[in-house]
């Protein structure tokens, strides 16, 4: 086992833990981004076995995406789940929380390969100015698979510290073959500069890179082959749907530049200015930078972009930001209250990026709100709009529905028509769709969205600006509550 990889967190390793936590807490529901794995987690745990029931046999999606991710998540949140009989909500939280473990952990094992190199102050520096980013730091728990690439690139980028090169070929297998594969683009590099300072001869990784590929692909592919019911490899499609036919491009697209003015400043804040010194400062640091930022300047290529994308270069831009901090912190009393402001300047982005995220899943209270209408012994009917099934709902949302016992029957079909919605019972629709029930239905509660930031004069000067998202519905037709513990 490397000597990096260690089963302990330090103590400021579990103050970042529990802000990964923390966040989880005040946001815990999902986007579509999320769904599938989120669904997966889900049907792995409640349905185990019973492949029919599974999400993404009605729901499948524009490309398919590997259970790996999902299974390494729904193994220990299961067996806790079924311990205590936790409730699905419960549950939801319990496999976030191992991701955020996962990634922190990986985090910690990064660090500990950065502080062999630049120091104990400089590896320090780097788990409190990774701590004041929000995005890093909500990320780590969401299930997306850039999450679960983060976690591959964290292992791989501390193997190629440390020169671990097996170690290296089985994590940066498992990031790029399985879970995304444009971190090729920033894992290659990270090879290319062992190879041009001859560090690194490229016959000893051709033979033992293939095989640990063709074991990576046999095992993975089978287990998704088996649960898609298809052959596949579901990285190699999701390459082929986004990159060669451009199809991403559909969900919208930005300026080239798009990553250095707007997606790096926010997910680094002053980092990114210290992070220039910190190149300019120090050699080593400039090649450790180098990779990151060959990765930014290539996937800047693509048109669709999203700042998730780029992520992974954070943590290695962080420790150029972290080496250029390091001596600041130590020459004195005035240059810690310097690094102090930097620190509450931070914190306060943090504090206005979490608002809006904290406000952007209303479909999740929607559907919490939504069970409160009846009693789950009652048939039910429940139609899920496409704006709340994108921005909160999820399967473990649903109360009032298990494998064997189905008086609740949720639907997220899209292409229904008004008529078929209003023999729903309850309905969670977006304000435009409102008036096509208004004879059928009455309006129970709204619940609204971010819709950016207004500044003011008086404390706290700027405030979270919301917008009416979703409607919650419920007929005006009456029912009668069948209690089935005396049937």
């Known amino acids: 086992m490397s000597d990096v990889i260690k089963f302990k967190l330090r103590k400021d390793e579990l103050v970042m833990l529990a802000l990964v936590y923390f966040y989880l807490m005040l946001c815990p529901f999902n986007k579509v981004e999320e769904s599938f794995n989120t669904q997966a987690i889900h049907d792995m745990i409640y349905n185990t076995k019973y492949l029919y029931y599974y999400d993404h046999i009605s729901f499948p999606g524009s490309v398919p995406r590997t259970f790996m991710g999902a299974l390494a998540v729904a193994l220990p949140t299961g067996t806790i789940a079924y311990l205590t009989q936790c409730s699905k909500a419960i549950t939801y939280s319990l496999a976030r929380m191992v991701l955020g473990l996962y990634v922190v952990w990986s985090f910690s094992t990064f660090r500990r390969a950065v502080k062999k190199v630049f120091g104990s102050p400089t590896a320090n520096c780097l788990v409190w100015i990774t701590c004041s980013q929000f995005h890093f730091m909500f990320y780590a728990s969401r299930t997306l698979p850039n999450t679960f690439g983060m976690c591959c690139l964290l292992l791989s980028t501390a193997y190629w510290i440390n020169k671990e090169w097996e170690s290296f070929l089985w994590c940066s297998g498992f990031g790029v073959l399985i879970f995304r594969s444009e971190l090729v683009i920033l894992l290659g590099p990270m090879l290319l500069l062992e190879l041009l300072s001859r560090k690194l001869n490229l016959h000893e990784l051709i033979t033992p890179g293939l095989q640990t590929a063709g074991i990576i692909l046999l095992g993975c592919c089978s287990i998704d082959t088996y649960l898609w019911r298809y052959t596949v490899w579901p990285e190699a499609v999701v390459l082929y749907y986004n990159t060669w036919l451009n199809k991403s491009s559909d969900w919208g697209t930005l300026p080239l530049l798009w990553y250095f003015y707007s997606a790096l400043p926010r997910a680094m804040l ?136 189905r008086r609740w029957n949720y639907v997220k079909t899209e292409d229904l028509s008004v008529e078929t919605i209003k023999n729903f019972d309850l309905l969670l629709v977006e304000p435009k769709e409102v008036h096509h029930f208004r004879k059928t239905h009455s309006v129970v509660e709204k619940f609204h969205a971010y819709a950016g930031l207004k500044f003011s004069k008086e404390p706290p000067f700027v405030l979270t600006k919301k917008k009416e998202a979703v409607y919650l519905l419920k007929t005006k037709k009456t029912k009668k509550t069948v209690d089935v513990r005396n049937s």
């Open 270 to 405: 002053l980092a990114l200015p210290l992070a220039v010194v910190g190149c300019l400062k120090d050699r080593r640091v400039l090649n450790f930078a180098t990779p990151a930022l060959i990765f930014v300047v290539l996937y800047s290529l693509l048109p669709h972009k999203e700042l998730r994308f780029v992520l992974y270069a954070v943590p290695l831009l962080n420790v150029a930001a972290a080496h250029a901090l390091s001596p600041i912190w130590n020459k004195g009393y005035l240059s810690k209250l310097v690094v102090l402001a930097g620190f509450s300047a931070h914190l306060l982005c943090c504090g206005l990026f979490l608002s809006a995220s904290y406000h952007n899943y209303p479909g999740g209270p929607a559907f919490q709100a939504l069970h409160e209408q009846a009693p789950c012994s009652q048939n039910t009917t429940v139609y899920i709009g496409n704006y709340a099934a994108q921005n909160g709902v999820s399967r473990f949302g649903e109360r009032c529905e298990s494998l064997f016992d």
